[in-house]
């Protein structure tokens, strides 16, 4: 079992910069993928970046160039660096874990985290 708590959200006006963090535990963190997706509201669940356990990442390409995702294994955590928000980054951000390779599908995560609304002001 593996708990994932996600924090760093807020509000902020649009060009700022946030850093999502999402802490994991209870399983040998280093060895799984990590990826972050994010919920606006009325719609789907859609991926932004993710992690291999070896550091290999991949984005969406909407946020490349601007969001970095990496991760801390002494820590247990997974980091989502945001600058140049713009409102429609606005969304519920969902911090995902796997064992297995990492991927943009959702129904490749077994462990989601509860969720952090990250609101850009235009």
């Known amino acids: 079992q593996v708990q994932l708590v996600e924090s760093g959200g807020g509000l902020v006006q649009a060009g700022g910069s946030l850093r999502l963090s999402c802490a994991a535990s209870g399983r040998t963190f280093s060895r799984f993928a990590m990826g972050w997706f994010r919920q606006a509201p009325g719609k789907e669940r859609d991926f932004v970046a993710a992690?291999?356990?070896?550091?290999?990442?991949d984005y969406e390409d909407s946020v490349k160039g601007r969001f970095t995702i990496s991760r801390d294994n002494a820590k247990n955590t997974v980091y989502l660096q945001m600058n140049s928000l713009k409102p429609e980054d606005t969304a519920v951000y969902y911090c995902?874990?796997?064992?297995?390779?990492?991927?943009?599908?959702?129904?490749?995560?077994?462990?989601w985290g509860q969720g952090t609304q990250v609101t850009v002001s235009s």
């Open positions: 992690i291999s356990w070896s550091g290999s990442t």
């Open positions: 995902a874990a796997d064992s297995r390779s990492y991927s943009r599908r959702r129904g490749a995560y077994n462990y």
